[in-house]
């Protein structure tokens, strides 16, 4: 949910710094006021993560994809959330889907599974790190100056686009230094192939939509016992593709929300310790 409002503010920045080729009636100080006014978001999310691997001790190839479908309420002013949606996967001629449902307020985040809350409190420094994180404004600037950026009109909206690595994305969110020790942890790379956000406003400078993709792979370490159980005896470092497509649309910002806490929170039972890495 942070994230989005991070590719919004990729666009505050960007045009306060000057960047933005303005070939449009849009105004750089009506965006700026608008996102700069946001109190209150209503939006719906749908993100697809389609992975192809291949089993280096096998040679069998794997195909994953992964649906996640939202609709999200998030009052900045009261800083307070909720999420419900569903995810679907689908793997080896299988599928299961599951809701999903997600509630946080200025102390605390929780998450719904299987009709069951949990209590994200306990969750390592390192991970809850990736979640609560807050955004490096300074690294924006930076990042948004070296772009070539031009505002053009398409139809009745108002469209950039830019390309963005993984690398890019996470120290925008201030997320690079505790993802890269879970990265570290399992000596895993990860290199960005392809990669691009754009966005649309109305002439006021009201955003509408925001979309942005990814395509990664992602290189493991072979174990010892992969390379004695592989058929060919020289096996290569397995790496797997990832494509992440994601699309918010906004149905509305400042308009009031109803966003109470859900029953059962009281009870939530505290989330798996996970390995500190």
Known sequence: MKRIMVLFLIGLVLLASGCVKEKTGLTT?????T????????????????MHAKDPVSNETLEVKEKIT???LRDFAKNVSFIRGNFTIHAKGHTISMPLE??????????????????LRNTTRRHGELYQSTIDIKYLEKLIREKDIKLEKEGNLYVFRTNITFDELLNALNRSSAFQGLVNTSNMSIKTNRGWIEMGFK????????KDYLNLTMTFPVSKSMMVNSTNGSPTNPSMELI???????????QPLNITKPQGIDDAKPLIELPSG
Do not use: C
């Open 102 to 119: 997600s509630y946080t307020n200025s102390t605390s985040a929780f998450i719904n599974i299987n009709g069951i809350w949990y209590n």
């Open 70 to 72: 939202i609709h999200a």
């Open 29 to 33: 100080e009506k965006i700026l006021n």
């Open 244 to 254: 992440i497509q994601d699309s918010e649309r906004i149905f509305s910002i400042n």
């Open 35 to 50: 996102l700069g006014s946001i109190n209150s978001m209503d939006y719906g999310e749908n993100t697809t993560i389609s």
């Open 203 to 210: 002439e006021d400078g009201t955003p509408v939509y925001l």
